[in-house]
T-cell receptor
Framework: DAGVTQSPTHLIKTRGQHVTLRCSPISGHKSVSWYQQVLGQGPQFIFQYYEKEERGRGNFPDRFSARQFPNYSSELNVNALLLGDSALYLC???????????????FGDGTRLSIL | GQQVMQIPQYQHVQEGEDFTTYCNSSTTLSNIQWYKQRPGGHPVFLIQLVKSGEVKKQKRLTFQFGEAKKNSSLHITATQTTDVGTYFCAGLNAGGTSYGKLTFGQGTILTVHP
């Protein structure tokens, strides 16, 4: 079975632009979470979606938004990009759980976003 | 908000030596998960601990969850070069404003010299 797939793998943007990152979860997984990983740090939680509804949000500005589709795939959108948004953006899927961290997170390879 | 601290930040060992990383949370946890991230890769789930005082083993890896459910450790016996990577703990907060969210530590980078 395929794992979590993310696209694109790399992206270069300039300040002020917006970006859309995509994620397809493992088949049968209904929960998708997004994380930002800055070099040398652990992943930082951004959003969790389950059954197309936002179930959790981390401490990120409103420039960050996401959604989940009926097939459980998900998009992360970031508007008005800043230099500090440069990071690896990881998507993780998991089996349904009441809370985001109830189940193991299965990560994709991530999207490396560079802001110039 | 919840903070999860890991020590040490870096650990260099000779192949065959043991390795331990420690994880401490500022708040009580519902569970704790451990992940391994190889250089250039993504985090891979290793294990989840739920019960107070729980100890689990995976071959040369031993995971412990503290009695107060605020700390955890990962111990690797007789390291091998394949153990190289960054080890993260991730705690699920039991309450407060971070309820239900996984908080990752900053990781411990392990290098193994053959």
């Amino acid at each position: 079975d395929a794992g979590v797939t993310q696209s694109p793998t790399h992206l270069i943007k300039t300040r002020g632009q917006h970006v859309t990152l995509r994620c397809s979860p493992i088949s049968g997984h209904k929960s998708v979470s997004w994380y930002q990983q800055v070099l040398g740090q652990g992943p930082q939680f951004i959003f969790q979606y389950y059954e197309k509804e936002e179930r959790g949000r981390g401490n990120f500005p409103d420039r960050f938004s996401a959604r989940q589709f009926p097939n459980y795939s998900s998009e992360l959108n970031v508007n008005a990009l800043l230099l500090g948004d440069s990071a690896l953006y990881l998507c993780a899927s998991s089996l349904a759980g009441l809370r985001q961290g109830d189940q193991p997170q299965h990560f994709g390879d991530g999207t490396r976003l560079s802001i110039l | 908000g919840q903070q999860v601290m890991q020590i040490p930040q870096y650990q260099h060992v000779q192949e065959g030596e043991d390795f331990t990383t420690y994880c401490n949370s500022s708040t009580t946890l519902s569970n704790i998960q451990w992940y391994k991230q190889r250089p250039g890769g993504h985090p891979v789930f290793l294990i989840q601990l739920v019960k107070s005082g729980e100890v689990k083993k995976q071959k040369r890896l031993t995971f412990q969850f503290g009695e107060a459910k605020k700390n955890s450790s990962l111990h690797i016996t007789a390291t091998q070069t394949t153990d190289v990577g960054t080890y993260f703990c991730a705690g699920l907060n039991a309450g407060g404003t971070s309820y239900g969210k996984l908080t990752f530590g900053q990781g411990t980078i392990l290098t193994v010299h053959p």
